[in-house]
């Protein structure tokens, strides 16, 4: 699994454009919910410091075997697995851009937590990334 590089044009270099453009827009509506964007420049670049923006740098899946480092809480028994075991309920659980990746995330602490970015090419061999979709949206739309 990857994870975010800190500075800005690395990203932009070796990401997808798609998971940097989400990357970036949740940045940035922080910053202004906040009233400012927490970022520094080295050597003449931008970089983030990921842990006090977001809780923790943003992962993109390389690989099935990454998918079990996306950890799903069962509290009523008091339970861990992944996803590649059981779907779970994400606080933001949505297809980016034409369903081309994924986006899971849960709040892990009060600075935030870890995004996770899986391409689709992972939907066939995991179907709990989708089901994990529908239970996220089915728990938000129920406690609306």
């Known amino acids: 699994m990857q994870q975010a590089p800190k500075q800005l044009k690395e990203l932009m270099e070796t990401w997808p454009a798609e998971v940097v453009a989400d990357i970036l827009a949740t940045v940035i509506s922080m910053a202004v919910a906040v009233g400012e964007l927490k970022a520094t420049a ?60 994924t986006l899971l995330y849960n709040t892990t602490s009060n600075s935030g937590g870890t995004a996770y970015y899986i391409p689709s090419k992972f939907y066939m061999s995991c179907p709990n990334i989708l089901k994990s979709i529908a239970l996220s949206n089915e728990e938000t739309n129920a406690s609306n």
């Open 42 to 101: 080295v050597d003449g670049f931008v970089e983030f410091d990921w842990d006090y923006l977001l809780g923790g740098a943003p992962c993109l899946v390389d690989s099935y075997n990454d998918l079990k480092e996306i950890k799903i809480l069962n509290f009523a028994v008091e339970q861990v697995k992944d996803i590649t075991e059981t779907p779970g309920v994400f606080e933001v659980a949505e297809q980016l851009y034409g369903g081309r990746y």
